[in-house]
């Protein structure tokens, strides 16, 4: 695993909150999370292959046999996120999460459902995986079909709950953020003793953004780094995953999905026209059983005891959320794909002079 300084590592501060021990999404006990890049062919040809896959798995144990509470919320929906269906009516996540190239969306899917199949039959007759997806298209030559079975279950089979690597691995070997190099982030936040104590955990896939509407920490970055441009503009996507062990249900985890997009905002997002931001948020704290008796779930009740806590909940989204897209920035290397085109990483040391410039950094 190769190691970029984090937001926090260069003095950057978002927000107030603590972050977990990683500052990852893998601070909420039992979630994992895999990575499998896919990079073939010389930089600049006609062919060259710049995609991947990235996994989330919400507990340690199989989530067909221990569905968590989950909701989405779609920001711009420019996109697509197959199971939101199911998860809408029935409120609950019962598969991994598969991240890819939208135009692997469907062998990612076949490929979940067949890997499913290796662990457990009836659950692959039954599940439906849920898959989302940014588009790669102007580093990678899509339609040369580079994604295969073995390529997810791979992503699948490295799911671990340790750090997580970030910038361009997995599905993020291919994506863009604000005009430069993007691909996967992370963050958390460790709620106060006073507010549960709980975890918030956020992993992002970047592929979003106008370079001069980007901000970091409230400074207007875009406006002051204008070179490095890519030849052509695309208006992007991102996806947002959450994850906590606050016991939330369903209507409780949509609300903390929508939070997710204040934190892309905050960021400099404004959910282009043709963009599409999938945001998607799950409790570990309930196993929902699967034998179709009454049962009691731990729940943070809307009331007057609970209004802080879950309010502290969505401030820990924002936060987390936008330091990992800062840090799916950082983590992001120059990359050139098809035909020539390149994606250029955002400078440090000119960022950082911008930050002191403006009394940002610590």
């Not at 990852?24 to 979630?31: F, Y």
């Not at 102007?138 to 997580?164: I, K, M, Y």
């Not at 731990?298 to 936008?322: M, N, P, Q, R, Y």
């Amino acid at each position: 695993m190769t190691t970029q300084p984090r937001a926090r590592d260069l003095g950057i501060r978002i927000g107030s909150g603590e972050p977990g021990s990683r500052n990852a999404i893998t601070d909420v006990a039992g979630v994992r999370v895999g990575h499998q890049s896919v990079i073939r062919g010389d930089d600049g040809a006609k062919d060259a292959i710049r995609t991947g896959v990235t996994t989330i798995f919400p507990r340690a144990a199989a989530p067909w046999a221990e569905p968590v509470y989950a909701a989405t919320h779609i920001l711009n929906g420019y996109g697509e996120l197959i199971g939101i269906n199911s998860m809408k009516e029935w409120g609950i996540l019962e598969s991994p999460i598969v991240l890819t190239s939208s135009q692997q969306i469907g062998k990612a899917y076949d490929a979940a459902v067949a890997w499913i199949a290796t662990k457990d039959v009836a659950a692959a007759e039954a599940v439906m995986p849920c898959v989302t997806e940014c588009d790669d298209s102007w580093l990678s030559a899509v339609l040369e079909r580079p994604l295969s079975d073995a390529d997810v279950f791979a992503a699948l089979d490295a799911a671990t709950d340790g750090p997580v690597e970030e910038g361009c691995v997995g599905s993020g070997v291919g994506m863009q953020c604000f005009d430069f190099k993007g691909g996967i982030g992370t963050a958390s936040r460790v709620l106060p003793a006073e507010a549960g104590g709980y975890t918030v955990g956020v992993l992002v896939m970047t592929n979003h953004g106008d370079r001069g509407s980007l901000l970091i920490d409230g400074v207007r970055v875009g406006e002051e780094i204008t070179d490095l441009m890519p030849e052509e503009h695309s208006e992007g996507s991102c996806i947002v995953v959450v994850a906590t062990d606050a016991p939330l249900v369903p209507h409780q985890l949509r609300r903390v999905a929508q939070r997710a997009g204040m934190g892309l905002a905050r960021g400099g997002s404004y959910a282009s026209n043709g963009s599409g931001e999938q945001l998607l948020a799950f409790s570990t704290a309930n196993a929902v059983p699967r034998d179709g008796k009454p049962y009691r779930p731990e729940v943070l009740a809307d009331g007057d005891e609970s209004w802080a806590i879950i309010s502290s909940v969505f401030k820990a989204t924002i936060e987390a959320t936008e330091e990992a897209v800062v840090n799916a920035l950082l983590a992001s290397h120059t990359t050139t794909g098809r035909d020539g085109n390149t994606l250029f990483a955002l400078p440090v040391d000119r960022l950082l002079s911008v930050l002191r410039a403006a009394g940002r950094t610590a």
